[in-house]
């Protein structure tokens, strides 16, 4: 009963993560204003379940967790600004080829075997890559699109990589909250080079804006740090790779966004390739509750 209710909640936390790019695209802020006040809505609804924690971190893990959000906020900017030149389905596919930044980059940080299934995962993926695109090589602003969203990736992987060693030692929500003070001013510094700050000011968009962060930000990843706990590794793979279905989906509700049978074909491959490729090596989880870390949106 246990294990059913944690499979249930794992499904609904990626069905809410699964809503970013869909509150990203619905509201009218600028994109990285986007992200910033993503960040900034997260830290202050955070602050009041991690402030008698803070006191106990060491100066040195602060300032790791602190550094590390200049990766996350990368990742942000990225990942926003992908939505003006690619679908909510492909953006999110993307993105979520982290494992094949992190795990490359275990092997030499921190002498992580990488097993065959890894090899053979990147060729599968890199076959399905090849499809999905396919349709988009006479078009340069979905490729610009979903290389902004691959770049992401590799932020988001970086990010996972610097928080590798200081992540058991706090809380998930500790972790989100530092990070996310590290991150505020490079969105800040983003705003003011690529943009102009905004202040959201219709209800629409401030519904938007807390919405992204109560239910990605937030909601998506507590509850899929709960779930992790009490599942397996091989199972949590199977539904966290749902996200981009989820996402494609909400896409064709909300914008008519639709897929064509390559498109289609391609995403299976590359969801394929990514599920190979990560097998017995990693349970990514945000919550880094099994002393590994797993990167979604």
């Given at each position: 009963?246990?294990?059913?209710?944690?499979?249930?909640?794992?499904?609904?936390?990626?069905?809410?993560?699964?809503?970013?790019?869909?509150?990203?695209?619905?509201?009218?802020?600028?994109?990285?204003?986007?992200?910033?006040?993503?960040?900034?809505?997260?830290?202050?609804?955070?602050?009041?379940?991690?402030?008698?924690?803070?006191?106990?971190?060491?100066?040195?893990?602060?300032?790791?967790?602190?550094?590390?959000?200049?990766?996350?906020?990368?990742?942000?900017?990225?990942?926003?600004?992908?939505?003006?030149?690619?679908?909510?389905?492909?953006?999110?596919?993307?993105?979520?080829?982290?494992?094949?930044?992190?795990?490359?980059?275990?092997?030499?940080?921190?002498?992580?075997?990488?097993?065959?299934?890894?090899?053979?995962?990147?060729?599968?993926?890199?076959?399905?890559?090849?499809?999905?695109?396919?349709?988009?090589?006479?078009?340069?602003?979905?490729?610009?699109?979903?290389?902004?969203?691959?770049?992401?990736?590799?932020?988001?992987?970086?990010?996972?990589?610097?928080?590798?060693?200081?992540?058991?030692?706090?809380?998930?929500?500790?972790?989100?909250?530092?990070?996310?003070?590290?991150s505020l001013p490079v969105l800040?510094?983003?705003?003011?080079?690529?943009?102009?700050?905004?202040?959201?000011?219709?209800?629409?968009?401030?519904?938007?804006?807390?919405?992204?962060?109560?239910?990605?930000?937030?909601?998506?990843?507590?509850?899929?740090?709960?779930?992790?706990?009490?599942?397996?590794?091989?199972?949590?793979?199977?539904?966290?790779?749902?996200?981009?279905?989820?996402?494609?989906?909400?896409?064709?509700?909300?914008?008519?966004?639709?897929?064509?049978?390559?498109?289609?074909?391609?995403?299976?491959?590359?969801?394929?390739?990514?599920?190979?490729?990560?097998?017995?090596?990693?349970?990514y989880n945000f919550s880094f509750?099994?002393?590994?870390?797993?990167?979604?949106?």
């Amino acid at each position: 009963m246990k294990s059913n209710l944690s499979i249930l909640l794992a499904f609904i936390a990626v069905i809410c993560l699964a809503t970013g790019g869909i509150f990203v695209k619905l509201s009218s802020t600028a994109p990285i204003n986007t992200a910033f006040y993503r960040i900034l809505f997260a830290v202050i609804l955070l602050f009041p379940f991690v402030y008698k924690d803070l006191k106990k971190i060491n100066k040195q893990d602060w300032i790791i967790v602190l550094f590390s959000g200049v990766f996350l906020a990368i990742d942000l900017i990225l990942w926003n600004k992908s939505f003006s030149f690619t679908t909510v389905a492909n953006a999110n596919l993307f993105v979520n080829l982290v494992p094949f930044t992190t795990i490359p980059l275990s092997y030499y940080l921190f002498k992580e075997k990488i097993n065959k299934p890894f090899l053979v995962g990147i060729l599968i993926t890199m076959v399905g890559i090849l499809v999905l695109m396919s349709k988009n090589f006479q078009s340069s602003g979905n490729i610009k699109g979903d290389l902004l969203a691959f770049l992401a990736s590799i932020f988001y992987g970086l990010f996972l990589i610097a928080v590798y060693k200081v992540r058991l030692k706090m809380k998930i929500s500790t972790l989100m909250f530092i990070s996310g003070l590290g991150s505020l001013p490079v969105l800040a510094l983003g705003i003011s080079v690529f943009e102009k700050f905004e202040i959201p000011t219709s209800i629409n968009d401030i519904f938007f804006l807390l919405a992204l962060t109560i239910f990605s930000q937030l909601l998506g990843q507590g509850l899929l740090s709960y779930s992790m706990k009490k599942i397996s590794i091989t199972l949590s793979s199977i539904i966290i790779l749902t996200q981009p279905i989820f996402s494609a989906i909400y896409a064709y509700i909300i914008f008519n966004e639709t897929l064509t049978i390559i498109e289609i074909l391609g995403i299976i491959i590359i969801l394929i390739g990514v599920y190979i490729g990560k097998k017995e090596k990693f349970n990514y989880n945000f919550s880094f509750t099994r002393k590994k870390v797993y990167s979604l949106k």
